[in-house]
T-cell receptor
């Protein structure tokens, strides 16, 4: 059974650019959630996808967008990058949105 | 609004000690509570999941309890080892999103 994977591991971008982060969910899981974790803080919920539909969204601006594919993998897109977007981006998958969530290793994004 | 607090923010103990990490939350309407471990710069490893109907869960040297009425959970680590050094986070699931504490940074001294 393959766990949650994320790519890339690290990414360096400049302010104003756009970035796409990818996540493959654990086998059998149809729900993917994305979180942003700033240094020294707990993760903050960005949004969740359930069977290719957005199922909920946290307090993030519209320049944070995503989608989920038929195989339940997911992408997080961030447009017009700002310095404060520098963080660890975590993806979690679960059987549905109300069960145990399993996390990938994260993508470290640095915006210069 | 659900809020999660973890105390202490940091803890340093000698190897071999038993220790307790605390997590409190403000709203008892939750589906479950999870404890996670995070090593520096790494992702999150799920340690224990307690469903709202359960009182505790055990895995090896770890035991987590849940008291919804008081809004509290504890993570008990028995016979601590240097390899247990990490940040421990608790998170509650009130709907579809996990609400997180800021974590307790644990250092086990050899």
């Amino acid at each position: 059974e393959t766990g949650v994977t994320q790519s890339p591991t690290h990414l360096i971008k400049t302010r104003g650019q756009q970035v796409t982060l990818r996540c493959s969910s654990q086998s059998g899981h149809n729900t993917v959630s994305w979180y942003q974790q700033a240094l020294g803080q707990g993760p903050q919920f960005i949004f969740q996808y359930y069977r290719e539909e957005e199922n909920g969204r946290g307090n993030f601006p519209p320049r944070f967008s995503g989608l989920q594919f038929p195989n339940y993998s997911s992408e997080l897109n961030v447009n017009a990058l700002e310095l404060d977007d520098s963080a660890l981006y975590l993806c979690a998958s679960s059987l549905d949105g109300y069960n145990e969530q399993f996390f990938g290793p994260g993508t470290r994004l640095t915006v210069l | 609004k659900q809020e999660v607090t973890q105390i202490p923010a940091a803890l340093s103990v000698p190897e071999g000690e038993n220790l307790v990490l605390n997590c409190s939350f403000t709203d008892s309407a939750i589906y479950n509570l999870q404890w996670f471990r995070q090593d520096p710069g790494k992702g999150l490893t799920s340690l224990l999941l307690i469903q709202s109907s359960q009182r505790e869960q055990t895995s090896g040297r770890l035991n987590a309890s849940l008291d919804k009425s008081s809004g509290r959970s504890t993570l008990y680590i028995a016979a601590s080892q240097p390899g247990d050094s990490a940040t421990y986070l608790c998170a509650v699931l009130p709907n579809y999103q996990l609400i997180w504490g800021a974590g307790t940074k644990l250092i086990i001294k050899p």
